[in-house]
C-alpha cells in the first residue's frame, strides 16, 4: 500500500513539473526583427527582382551561386548608392491595395523624377498597419507596393527593369498607436532610390 501511495505521489509530482515548464500560450512580440535586410536599405528583402534569397545568394550544393551577389551583399551595394529624395508617401485605405485618385499627383511626380533621372532605381516598401495576421498583412502590403509600381508603368512603362517592390506588412510602423490617425499612416507605400554604381 505504500508503494502505491508512493508511485502515485511520484507521477502526480512528475505531471506538475511537466506541466510547469510546458509553457503554450502566445505572446506577441512586438520587436520582431527582420530576417534579412536590404543592404544600404532599411527592411527585409521580398517582392520582385532581387536574385538574392532571404539577404543571400541561392545555394546549390552548398556553393553560392554567383560571387559577385555575396560580395555584393556584404558589401552593402546591391542596389547602388542610396540618394536622399522627398518623395512622400502613397497612402492607401483600410484593407485596399487601390491606388487612390488622390495620390495620382504623387504617383505622376515619382514616374517624372525617374525619367529624369535614368540612373536611378527605385525600391518601392508596401507597408501595413497592425491589424490583421503577419500573413494577412505581408500579402496586403505586397499588393500595395505592386499597385504603385503597375501605376508608374502606366505612365511609364519603360520604368519596368528600375523597379522592385519589398513587402514588409505590419514591421516597419511610421507611427505607434492604436488609433485611426496611426492607422492610417501606417497603410502606405514607401520609397528608397539608388543610383547605379
Known sequence: MKLFKYLTFSTLLALLASC???DNTYTRNNTREPVATIPGGSGPLYGEGDDTNGGLPEIEEGVFV???TIGAVIN???HG???AHDIEPVYFAFDSAAVRSAEDEKIQAIAEFL???ETFTLVIGGHCDERGSDEYNRSLSEKRALSVKESLFSISPDLEIRIETVAYGEEKPAVIGADSQSYAKNRRAEFEVYEAN
Open 76 to 78: 552593402g551595394n546591391i
Open 115 to 117: 525619367t529624369e533621372n
Open 20 to 22: 510547469a515548464n510546458d
Open 81 to 83: 548608392t542610396p540618394v
Open 66 to 68: 554567383g560571387e559577385e
